[in-house]
């Protein structure tokens, strides 16, 4: 029998619509859910009833909760006849169900039980899952009328495997997640703060997975994608021979081999051994004992497992995978050894040809180890467990596995098998936490003088003050609020402390409070939150004792602080650039709307590296690809000692919204063969925005990794990729475009840039405090670069690179002003009259302008269709001025901040700023002296010209009031594009009258 339960709680309605008739209404609610019904109190004369109850559902079938709807009705109750009258309901599907940490009320618009029905208000529910056992299924209360139509709808687009993803995070028992890279992520698989939703029914395209022909030659086509970027830096769109065919234009063009879901990727055929245990080995030791390991070897690779001490019967469980490319023997040997001091000793060994290894793939289960009795001698003594065989990187034990690409050939490994292995990371869930510092109440101060208080808050490493206040009555008031950013699990504290300003740079603590972010309230809207008194300690461990619950109660007087604290959940913590960002949800889970498609990312290999640093006298690179979109960051493999590693690995995401980022980098491992305080050295990155491609095409080509250097821009080498977007309904795609870019409480309650710039900051700081602390770490370099960390730093070659392109979006309007201008001059005589023609014609026809707009728009649309880019956008050298900067700038932009420079360098760079600032400040009081002008039209500043301005506007007024208005319009066409003959070379009246008017500019010192 299953304990998991629905919780319902029902907080209260607001502004129902009256029906008894005397302006307001009796209300209750009735809960619907699996052929049980719920019945609230019945609130008398209350438009905004509060209920505050609590109801519990049992789930009698836990694997059809994906395909149950909560139904909540609103009726009014008719005394005098005994029934009731319905108010509104609401309906919710299986994505509203979360756990019962990730719930908060929100407040549901009431719907209409048919198109004419009078409806309005809205109803506060508080839903979730609980699998507690000694929670009971809640008793109905009595029925007032037989039950009304409620309109139960079945959710279609859920998959079932949503059950699993709430029963695991019930779970108390820690299962081992296996990652597998071949197939798109399942929710049973997933961990627990991602989103609860499922994913829709999965697109009908066909991926066309069939692998391709042994011996089928490498990626040998290459069409060069036209850019205004070098030629050495333009994008090469690719016809490689992946595992569902050749890809040709971005179709697949199937082989004849068997379907494979890794079909994004190059298969690549491993040797797998795994190594699980041995028993009754014989001892080697004078003294009886045995530190046995085991050596796997094939040609020159070796491999070793890590030794245990005096036993016989050790266990290692270990696998490792060879590249069948690269294997130079048909002979496996396993051999068991004892570690020694001076020489190791075999035990026993175990040989495999290769040609009698079986080949698994997958999906079949995985292949059974078993015992293989070795021999020393003329004795037979000893066992070891193995498991052989051919697999591909779709093999469940490719991720784990120690590869042979990690492997040096002279059969040590002396790099750190943690910092190789591929890895899935979950960045944590981020929260905005508001804290309103309201007033504090009887301080304890001593000396009989003011205090001059403020309140400093930290959490975490951000630590914020209030304002300082000073108050002769020991009760100062601040009214300031605070924001931080906190990451689920919430394991650091708020703290509070108000310090007294006695002197310079002397404060005294005169309390102290802690505050658990688990107990804070959780809010999804802007509604008011109950704000509440804490009691201050006089120490930060006595308040953190009080917090626990472990302090005694001595002292019946505390000094008191005001405050409100909450979690806002409607916002969207951004911890990446707004521009480029890869994820829009907001923070609470039951906001989270469906997945509108699938992204499938295949890191082929990465080509032509820079060396990036020096091992037996050669260059050389130990390098890593990182992905990052929404809360899934991933990790390739590490592939030692190569310039051109393959990596063949593929991965999915769920999409949420078309206009989101996927970020890729390339890093060169600093942690091998060196110590920990290593930097991972940055190679390139590329960025893919999701609605640039087309659904169901595989993108394939290969981006160049470029990076700028105090030297200039250089390439470091090219990314080879295949992309594939799917899309799950196209409907939904197009309508994702016209709702809002971020949640709506940015829009209800908008942060300022300044504070919404900070709060980024510190947010990257706690997603690369998490990220780091992974095994193997995700290091802050690595997130920060991703995360475009130092985007807002001042850099002249940016400066300039903006400029060119708001010169790019005018050069539009530019180009119409400079062709108006050749009209109105009669440069060519037969446009000019056509263009009096079309100008008489939309004067006289003025329903015609709007339709020749759009229909202009159109043809100009559809003329650039034939030109449309058929290739992702990369980053562009001439778009970003790298091409074109200086040594200085660029020096300059590696300057760090502070600068190090010496003063002259930096008097010199600060004097050229001032020249650019003041270039830019004369612009701007240009801009600011014309709409003076036009203020003064009619300011009175100077008498004369609003006179003349006043007689005009009447005469005008007049005039026009007789007129049709297409007469002044015609009258000033045809006077703006008159004949050069009837020019004067002196400006007109009305110019000459617009710029003798006064400016604010006499007032200014």
């Excluded at 021999?375 to 093999?395: C, H, I, P, R």
């Excluded at 400093?456 to 206040?469: A, D, F, H, W």
Aim: with cysteine; proline share 7%.
């Amino acid at each position: 029998m299953s304990n998991l339960k629905l919780g319902v709680e029902v907080t209260g309605a607001h502004d129902l619509m009256p029906k008894d008739g005397q302006g307001s209404c009796s209300s209750f609610v009735e809960l619907h859910f699996d052929g049980q019904k719920f019945r609230t109190t019945t609130k008398d004369k209350d438009l905004s009833p509060v209920w505050n109850e609590k109801f519990y559902f049992n789930i009698t079938d836990p694997s059809r909760l994906p395909n149950l709807t909560l139904a909540a009705c609103v009726y009014h109750y008719n005394k005098t006849t005994g029934s009731k009258v319905f108010l509104g309901k609401v309906h919710l599907t299986a994505t509203s169900f979360v756990p019962y940490a990730d719930a908060a009320v929100l407040h549901y618009p009431l719907e209409k039980k048919a198109v004419f029905s009078r409806v309005k208000g809205e109803l506060g529910l508080k839903v979730f899952v609980t699998d507690d056992p000694s929670i009971k299924s809640s008793s109905p209360l009595p029925d007032l009328e037989p039950v009304t139509n409620t309109d139960q709808h079945t959710v279609q687009d859920q998959t079932p495997s949503f059950t699993s993803s709430i029963l695991n995070v019930f779970s108390r028992k820690k299962n081992d997640s296996r990652h597998t890279f071949h197939t798109v992520a399942k929710p049973n698989e997933e961990k627990q703060h991602q989103s609860s939703s499922s994913a829709a029914a999965k697109p009908s395209s066909n991926y066309m997975t069939h692998e391709m022909k042994s011996g089928m030659p490498p990626p040998s086509k290459f069409v060069y994608a036209g850019s205004s970027s070098p030629f050495d830096y333009a994008l090469k769109e690719t016809s490689p021979y992946l595992g569902g065919g050749q890809v040709v234009g971005g179709r697949v063009i199937r082989g004849n081999m068997r379907p494979s879901t890794y079909d994004l990727v190059e298969p690549m055929r491993y040797l797998f051994v795994r190594v699980v245990r041995a028993r009754d080995l014989p001892s080697k030791d004078v003294t009886g004992g045995l530190d046995p390991y085991v050596e796997v070897k094939i040609g020159n690779f070796k491999g070793r497992t890590k030794h245990y001490e005096k036993t016989q019967d050790p266990e290692w469980n270990q696998v490792f995978a060879f590249s069948r490319e690269n294997l130079q023997s048909n002979v496996l040997e396993v051999v068991v050894k004892d570690k020694d001091m001076l020489l190791d000793k075999n035990v026993g060994t175990v040989r495999f040809d290769l040609h009698d290894i079986p080949t698994r793939v997958p999906p079949d289960s995985p292949l059974a180890p078993e015992w293989y009795r070795f021999e020393k001698g003329d004795k037979k003594k000893g066992e070891l467990m193995l498991a052989v065989w051919f697999g591909t990187q779709a093999d469940e034990a490719f991720p784990d596995a120690w590869h042979s690409d990690a492997l040096s050939v002279d059969g040590s490994s002396p790099f750190a098998y943690a910092q190789i292995r591929s890895k899935v990371y979950q960045s944590p869930r981020l929260w905005y936490v508001r804290v309103k510092v309201i007033e504090a109440q009887d301080l304890l101060v001593e000396n009989s003088r003011i205090p001059d208080t403020y309140v400093k808050v930290q959490l975490g490493n951000q630590i914020l003050k209030t304002r300082p206040v000073q108050s002769s009555t020991k009760t100062p008031r601040w009214d300031q609020e605070l924001m931080f950013v906190a990451a689920e699990p919430f394991e650091e504290p708020l703290l509070l402390s108000i310090e007294d300003r006695v002197g310079p740079n002397k404060d005294e603590t005169i309390g102290n409070v802690v505050i658990h972010l688990t107990k804070v309230e959780r809010r999804a809207d802007d509604r008011p939150i109950r704000t509440r008194w804490y009691d201050l300690e006089k120490s930060m461990s006595s308040a953190m004792d009080s917090e626990e619950g472990k302090k005694k109660e001595k002292d019946k007087f505390h000094s008191r602080i005001h405050m409100c604290v909450c979690l806002d959940g409607g916002y969207h913590v951004f911890d990446e650039s707004t521009y480029y960002s890869s994820d829009l949800r907001p923070s609470l889970k039951q906001l989270w709307k469906k997945p509108m498609g699938v992204l499938e990312l295949g890191i082929i290999s990465v080509d032509g590296l820079h060396p990036i640093k020096t091992r037996e006298g050669r260059g050389t690179s130990d390098t890593y690809c990182v992905a990052k979109y929404g809360h899934k960051w991933i990790r390739t493999r590490t592939i030692c000692d190569s310039l051109s590693p393959k990596y063949n690995e593929q991965y999915t995401w769920e999409v949420f919204d078309p206009a989101t980022v996927l970020t890729v980098g390339v890093f060169d491992n600093g942690q091998l063969n060196s110590s920990d305080s290593n930097r991972d050295l940055k190679i390139g990155k590329v960025r893919i925005r999701i609605s640039t491609l087309e659904s169901g095409r595989v993108y394939t080509h290969s981006y160049p990794l470029l990076m700028l250097h105090p030297s200039g821009v250089k390439k470091m080498g090219e990314v080879h990729l295949a992309i594939r977007f799917s899309c799950y309904s196209t409907l939904d795609m197009m309508h994702a475009y016209f709702k809002p870019h971020l949640p709506k409480m940015h829009y209800k309650r908008p942060l300022n840039i300044m504070e919404q710039e900070k709060l980024r900051h510190q947010a990257v700081s706690v997603v690369a405090a998490r990220l780091s602390r992974a095994e193997p770490p995700l290091r802050k370099e690595v997130v920060e670069y991703m995360s475009d960390t130092d985007s807002h730093l001042w850099s002249m070659r940016r400066s300039k690179a903006n400029f060119y392109r708001l010169m790019t979006v005018f050069s539009g309007m530019l180009s119409a002003a400079k062709w108006l201008g050749e009209v109105s001059t009669w440069r060519n005589p037969v446009t000019t009259v056509l263009v009096h023609i079309l100008f008489l014609m939309l004067v006289c026809f003025p329903e015609l302008i709007l339709p020749t707009v759009f229909l202009y728009m159109f043809v100009i649309g559809m003329w650039n269709w034939r030109f449309r880019p058929r290739y992702p956008p990369h980053m562009n050298t001439r778009l970003s001025y790298a091409d074109a900067v200086t040594p200085d700038e660029l020096d300059e932009e590696f300057d760090p901040f502070p600068s190090t420079k010496s003063p002259d360098v930096v008097r010199f760079r600060y004097d050229r700023l001032r020249s650019v600032a003041g270039r830019i400040q004369t612009v701007v009081g240009d801009i600011a002296t014309q709409g003076e002008r036009f203020q003064a039209l009619v300011s009175w500043r100077d008498p004369r010209a609003t006179t003349m301005f006043m007689v005009f506007c009447f005469v005008a007024a007049i005039v026009l009031y007789v007129t049709p208005f297409q007469v002044p319009i015609l009258l000033t066409g045809f006077y703006l594009m008159r004949h050069p003959k009837l020019r004067n070379k002196t400006p007109a009246a009305p110019v000459n009258f617009f710029r003798r008017l006064p400016a604010l500019t006499d007032s200014m010192l």
